[in-house]
């Protein structure tokens, strides 16, 4: 219990945070916007962009996508991965400042229920009870409320407070929530996080080779030469026997460290089920042709990618395999993919069920596509073709050397 | 009748040490040494010895590949793998490849000694539960899609692949011994495997044995 109220406390101060700010802001705006009309007149929406802009720079501010992360994981409990990037690129800045915005604009509202409705709910039913006449804004209580006014007043009064907590409780809850679709990592973040830990598998593959090299090696050789001495001298001079069985024991069972270390390194749960990439291609089309699709398949260009192209390749195949999958109609599905030249091309033609085609479902799966192919510098498009199949092409650079 | 082994292992103290060991059994002869793939399978063709020992992880041609070579020589020996580390995918490799066992290096003597003399005879899986281990590291079973095997032929197959001898089977499915033998030379023909080992091997990568994790 204890603990949900200090997350709503820890939550109410982070927008009490954006609140502050966000009314330095407000003011800042509405002077310039003051400053502004006396100049010229300049319609309301023209001047609502013109105060919202350098709030939204204050986004971009080096160090103030950091802040916001530290102060989404501290106060908005965010477990999830945020990422505050050495070089940000325009997509970052782009959601950065969004955040901000969505920041203050939450605080604000939050802090017009706290301070706003809250105060005046009280005062509202402080009058009810007392019976006293009060002028807010020009608008007089009566002083001798009718019979019945009390009640109404008090509830009223009650009502506006519980949905003022409630609210900012709920513009928490929103803002928590929001807060990974901004400060998260983007699609570009996670292929360099797959990339980070592609080179982390390869580095532990190096480091069990050289162990299997070097050390295994050497004891590999003791604990041989030991018992071949044993069998050959060992038995005649019985003084000797038991040095040489200790050599040989400590040999063995420091090969069984080495044994367990390794098959640890190699049974890491990202390596042992790497990510599928274009060798396991026919593989996926025969998944599919058992299932009942009709796939002809030319791979003849199948030539053997960089890791990280052939995986994004293998991803591009499934989506297209899947979606001809849910919204194709009966005939033959054909895939093509050339890898040869530096440069990945993936065509896959489905026939269609209906004359619409498959635009609703299947658009998430190829802006997926999009999005992959995008970040190698590549293109993607899909549409009927001249016979009415649907037609996916995806070209990209592999990317490296 | 002695057992004659050709040893192959780039390592040279590795060589003369298992040589050594072998050497000093009345029923083993060593009759080669290789350095390398290329080698042991000269050496088999000049020696044609009834085992060769064969590293894995040998420069050039590697165990596996020269597995399959040796195999595919008119009369071939059984070879028995050696090997450093038993979490080494090559080994499994090896057994693929048609290998009839495995050893590591490590082993004493006597393990060793006994490693030659099963895998000369035929009679028996080395390390059951290791090949099971190795199998579920490195397969994902496909369709068994060749000659159906009988109820009972399936029954011997489990008990094989648990590492039993024939006598054992036949104790366990209280038959005689015979007729184990004769199921055991059925699952072989259909399998078209070369021994107990590869017809096991197989069994875990069509799927005619399950594949469950061994109990630590």
């Known amino acids: 219990m204890s603990g949900r109220a200090s997350r709503v406390s820890r939550r109410t101060a982070w927008l009490l945070l954006g609140a502050a700010i966000g009314v330095a802001a407000v003011l800042l705006a509405g002077s310039l916007a003051a400053a502004l009309g006396e100049v010229m007149p300049v319609p309301g929406p023209v001047l609502f962009v013109v105060c919202l802009l350098p709030v939204a720079l204050i986004g971009v501010v080096p160090g103030v996508r950091g802040l916001e992360v530290q102060s989404a994981k501290s106060m908005l409990d965010v477990h999830g991965d945020l990422v505050d990037p050495e070089h940000p690129g325009p997509d970052h800045r782009r959601r950065s400042a969004g955040w901000v915005v969505l920041h203050l604009a939450m605080g604000l509202v939050a802090a017009a229920l706290l301070f706003g409705v809250l105060p005046g709910a009280a005062v509202t039913a402080y009058s009810g009870i007392a019976g006293i006449d009060l002028s807010v804004g020009g608008v007089s209580v009566p002083t001798r409320p009718a019979p019945g006014r009390p009640v109404l007043l008090v509830a009223t009064a009650v009502v506006a407070a519980a949905l003022s907590l409630l609210g900012t409780a709920g513009i928490g809850v929103l803002a928590s929530r929001w807060a990974p679709a901004f400060l998260g990592p983007t699609a570009a973040d996670r292929l360099l996080m797959a990339e980070a830990r592609l080179a982390r598998e390869s580095e532990h593959r190096r480091l069990a080779r050289e162990l299997h090299d070097g050390i295994g090696h050497s004891l590999t050789i003791i604990s041989v030469q030991a018992a071949a001495a044993r069998r050959t001298v060992g038995g005649d001079e019985p003084g000797l026997d038991a040095p040489l069985e200790a050599i040989q024991t400590t040999a063995q069972s420091a090969l069984s460290e080495l044994d367990g270390m390794l098959g640890l390194l190699r049974d890491e749960p990202a390596g042992r089920h790497p990510e599928p990439d274009l060798r396991q291609v026919e593989e996926l089309i025969g998944l599919h042709r058992r299932s009942g699709m009709r796939v002809t398949a030319d791979l003849a260009g199948l030539a053997d990618p960089p890791a990280l192209a052939s995986r994004t390749a293998y991803r591009i195949v499934s989506e297209a395999l899947t979606n001809a999958q849910r919204h194709g109609g009966d005939g033959d599905v054909e895939v093509r993919v050339d890898g040869t030249a530096g440069l990945v091309r993936i065509d896959v033609w489905n026939p269609t069920r209906s004359a619409v085609g498959p635009t609703s479902r299947g658009g998430h799966g190829l802006d997926g596509v999009r999005e992959r192919v995008r970040l190698f510098g590549g293109t993607a498009a899909s549409g009927p073709d001249a016979s009415g199949r649907w037609h996916l092409r995806a070209t990209f650079p592999t990317g490296a050397p | ?216």
């Open chain 2, 1 to 216: 009748m002695t057992i004659r082994v050709l040893v192959a292992d780039d390592e040279p103290l590795v060589r003369h040490g298992l040589r050594t060991i072998l050497d000093s059994e009345p029923d083993i002869e060593v009759v080669g040494e290789a350095e390398d793939g290329a080698e042991a399978l000269a050496e088999t063709r000049r020696t044609a010895p009834d085992l060769v020992c064969m590293d894995v992880r040998m420069p050039d041609v590697d165990g596996i590949r020269a597995t399959e070579l040796v195999l595919a020589l008119p009369n071939p020996p059984r070879v028995l793998v050696v090997t450093t580390f038993s979490s080494d995918d090559y080994v499994f490799g090896a057994l693929r490849a048609g290998a009839s066992g495995f050893v590591l290096k490590r082993a004493s003597a006597d393990e060793l000694v006994a490693a030659v003399r099963a895998v000369a005879s035929g009679d028996s899986l080395l390390y059951p539960a290791a090949v099971r281990d190795m199998a579920l590291r490195a397969v994902v079973p496909e369709r068994y899609s060749g000659e159906a095997l009988t109820v009972r032929e399936q029954e011997v197959l489990g008990l094989v692949a648990e590492g039993l001898g024939n006598a054992a089977i036949a104790e366990r499915l209280t038959v005689g011994v015979e007729t184990v033998r004769t199921h055991v030379a059925g699952v072989l023909r259909k399998l078209g495997a070369r021994d107990r080992t590869h017809a096991v091997v197989i069994a875990y990568t069509q799927g005619l044995v399950p594949l469950r994790p061994s109990r630590p």
